[in-house]
């Protein structure tokens, strides 16, 4: 019996090592960026130079250092329909102005790459199982989708949310108009608020136009690492026609 459990305690001392071992951070925050067809080349090397130039801004780096650990666990993954998830830069620790701008050269140094479909339920399902066994341990949970059209492939987005969401992960969106598109129509930034964020303290900020996108996405990135947010909750309005969260599908002629 003896032998037995001490079998059982090194089994459970060796499952529980690399939670113990998992370095503490304020924030693990995964930048879920779209790179469906939808955009252009040229509108996808504007989202990315955003970030880059973001990652080196001081607004960031201080909202990064000003944390009670001054340091956050940072991942930067591309998206566009199911099983078109890459992950661009793995989970890097940043704690200022020097790791912040390593994470923004290797950013700057992988290629870029257009794919097809716009899953948003596909890119959040994999962003939430990519905090596991990252080897952190962070006090808030965040996700950052961007994008600029609604979820029209692969599973309704609004379940997936709720269920992202109830776990305490925060969805925070970055709805972007460019140019004309087939949803010209639509107003993504209020389906990005009935549809796509939530969990605590999740906020929109919605981009209308290039010359826009870089501000947005350095304002953005600074609330989020602070913790800070936006005074407005994802569940206190509708302002969808009967707040339809399937209008993508619909529109692409997959819903009934």
Known sequence: MRIIAALMLAASLAVAAPSLAATRVDLE???AVDVSDSMTSDEQALQRRGYINALSHADVTHAIQSGARGSIALTYVEWAAPGRNRVVVPWTLVDGPVSAAAFARRLEGRPDVRLEGTSISSALSFSARFFRSNGFLGDRLVIDISGDGPN??????????DRIAARGITINGLPIVLHRS????????????DCVVGGPGAFVIGVDGAEALEEAIRRKLALEIAGKGLPWSYASTSVLPQGD????????GRAR
């Open 152 to 161: 029209n492939m692969g599973l309704p987005v609004a379940g997936v949310r």
């Open 182 to 193: 087939d949803f010209r129509m639509l107003n993504i930034e209020a389906y990005y608020r």
């Open 29 to 31: 925050l995964v930048l």
């Open 245 to 252: 969260c399937l209008i993508g599908e619909r529109m692409g």
